[in-house]
């Protein structure tokens, strides 16, 4: 794949073995660091979306067209863990932050599915694009940006996130929507593709700095 012609392990610039054993070695000295310095709950979080990623998504990837929501839910741990490291349990603002970054992950994600589909189709990857086709892609692209939004606001109207937070949010989620909408009958997909891929991209940046700012702001 064009995406991942230029990964190391691809070019053979590190061998398999030598892959496997970086990774088991970063994955024993991350859970030894939780252990110790943060608390279990977060290392169960992190044991659990390690698991989940290499071998149910690892799977999944390459089976089902459901492979990005699959993947979806380690890729959403990594908040939970922040929050988990802090407070030492999983609270309702967990479970908003964890359902908001799954939302924001499939935008994203079926955007690049869309953009890249020959690469997949190579691959033989069942990405959605290439199983339902890229009208339905892009109608739960849509969706999903829709349910960023809601998830995202709600920090605000469950009092855990400022007014300064929320218009922020409010201003970003509004404009990605304005794209997808804007092109949703577009001739060129895979143009509008890249705009909702790259758009994705300052929404989560906003996303990230707002929040970890939000303490200081009105």
């Given amino acids: ?21 970086f990774a088991v070695i970063c994955g024993v000295a991350g859970s030894l660091i939780l252990l110790i310095w943060v608390n279990l709950i977060t290392l169960l979080i992190g044991l659990w979306a390690l ?18 929501e699959v993947g979806s839910l380690p890729g959403a741990a990594s ?16 479970i908003i932050l964890f359902l908001t970054m799954i939302f924001w992950q499939m935008p994203h994600f079926f955007s690049i599915a869309i953009f890249r ?15 339902r086709g890229v009208s339905e892609t892009k109608l739960r692209i849509l969706g999903y940006t829709f349910l ?13 996130a400022s007014i300064t937070y929320v ?43 707002v929040l970890s700012l939000d303490h200081w702001l009105p």
Avoid at 193 to 198: E, L, Q, T, V
């Fill in 1 to 21: 794949m064009k995406r991942t012609e230029k990964r190391a392990l691809v070019t053979g610039k590190i061998s398999v073995t030598a892959a496997i054993t």
């Fill in 51 to 68: 698991f989940f990623y290499v071998v149910v998504y690892g799977y999944a990837k390459r089976e089902s067209s459901y492979g990005t």
């Fill in 79 to 94: 908040i939970v863990a922040g929050y988990t490291a802090v407070t030492a349990h999983i609270g309702p603002a967990a």
């Fill in 117 to 131: 589909a020959k690469d997949y189709a190579a691959a033989n990857i069942p990405v959605l694009p290439l199983k």
């Fill in 148 to 160: 960023f939004a809601v998830t995202s606001l709600s920090l605000y109207f469950y009092g855990y």
């Fill in 167 to 209: 218009a922020v949010m409010g201003i970003m989620s509004l404009y990605w929507l304005f794209v997808g909408l804007r092109g949703l009958n577009t001739p060129n997909p895979e143009k509008w593709a890249r705009k909702m891929f790259g758009v994705s991209l300052l929404v989560l940046l906003a996303y990230s700095l």
